[in-house]
Nanobody, 123 residues
Framework: VQLQASGGGLVQAGGSLRLSCAAS????????MGWFRQVPGKEREFVAA????????YYADSVKGRFTISRDNIKNTVYLQMNSLKPEDTALYYC?????????????????WGKGTLVTVSS
C-alpha cells in the first residue's frame, strides 16, 4: 500500500490550502482514510477522518468548521481542504488508511501511513 500526500506549502494566516493523498495497493473504497499532523518535538495529532463511503466525517475540535475532508473513490484520493489557516496549523501533515475509526484513539485503526507534506502558515 502506498499513500502519497501532496499540496503542502507556505501560506499566510487566513489563507487556504488543499491537500491530496493518492492511494494505491488495495481497494481504496474499503478503507477509512484519515489526516494527522505533527510538529517536531510534539506528538502526532489527529486532524480528520472519513468513512469508506464518505458518508461520515470526523474532525478534531481545533479544525472543526475550518477544514473539510472528502474522498473520491474513483480517483482513489482523499482530500483535506484547509481554510482560515492559523500559524498553529503549521505541521507536517500525513494521510493514513485503516480498517476503522476510533473516536478515542483515531490512529489505532490506521495501518498504513504516507510520508508527510509540510504546511507552513505565516502570521
Amino acid at each position: 500500500v502506498q499513500l502519497q500526500a501532496s499540496g503542502g506549502g507556505l501560506v499566510q494566516a487566513g489563507g487556504s490550502l488543499r491537500l491530496s493523498c493518492a492511494a494505491s495497493g488495495r481497494t481504496f473504497s474499503s478503507y477509512v482514510m484519515g489526516w494527522f499532523r505533527q510538529v517536531p518535538g510534539k506528538e502526532r495529532e489527529f486532524v480528520a477522518a472519513i468513512s469508506q463511503s464518505g458518508a461520515n466525517t470526523y474532525y478534531a475540535d481545533s479544525v472543526k468548521g475550518r477544514f473539510t475532508i472528502s474522498r473520491d473513490n474513483i480517483k482513489n484520493t482523499v482530500y483535506l481542504q484547509m481554510n482560515s489557516l492559523k500559524p498553529e496549523d503549521t505541521a507536517l501533515y500525513y494521510c493514513a488508511s485503516g480498517t476503522y475509526y476510533s473516536g478515542l484513539y483515531p490512529d489505532y485503526g490506521m495501518d498504513y501511513w504516507g510520508k508527510g507534506t509540510l504546511v507552513t502558515v505565516s502570521s
